[in-house]
Nanobody
Framework: QVQLVESGGGLVQPGGSLRLSCAAS????????MGWYRQAPGKQRELVAT???????NYADSVKGRFTLSADNAKNTVYLQMNDLKPEDTAVYYC???????????????????WGQGTQVTVSS
């Protein structure tokens, strides 16, 4: 019922910048939380940054001061501006959304967690 489409990512040198985008679409009624997680090889998926419907933003300590999360509520889209990238930022980045959405036939509201397909970010010289 909800689709997440990610864009951005790629290969960048240490100290460089990248911007990730994630657009949610479908029978969305509202989005409670939306943001980014990442998973490096051999490690668990971890939170990078999330934004609530009220505008509260939560960052992982490791990215504070370097990454900036913003949202365009009208487009159900979040953006992650990543500056001063480090090799340890290398990971697959996943968009996450916690929406309330209309069921098939628009007869009821449901709520669930959705994940994007992931986009690779590689920081290397």
């Amino acid at each position: 019922q909800v689709q997440l489409v990610e864009s951005g990512g790629g290969l960048v040198q240490p100290g460089g910048s990248l911007r990730l985008s994630c657009a949610a679409s479908g029978s969305i009624f509202s989005i409670h939380v939306m943001g980014w997680y990442r998973q490096a090889p051999g490690k668990q998926r971890e939170l990078v940054a999330t934004i609530s419907s009220g505008g509260s933003i939560n960052y992982a300590d490791s990215v504070k001061g370097r990454f900036t999360l913003s949202a365009d509520n009208a487009k159900n889209t979040v953006y992650l501006q990543m500056n001063d990238l480090k090799p340890e930022d290398t990971a697959v980045y996943y968009c996450h959304a916690d929406p309330t959405y209309w069921s098939k036939n628009y007869t009821a509201l449901e709520r669930d967690n959705y994940w994007g397909q992931g986009t690779q970010v590689t920081v290397s010289s």
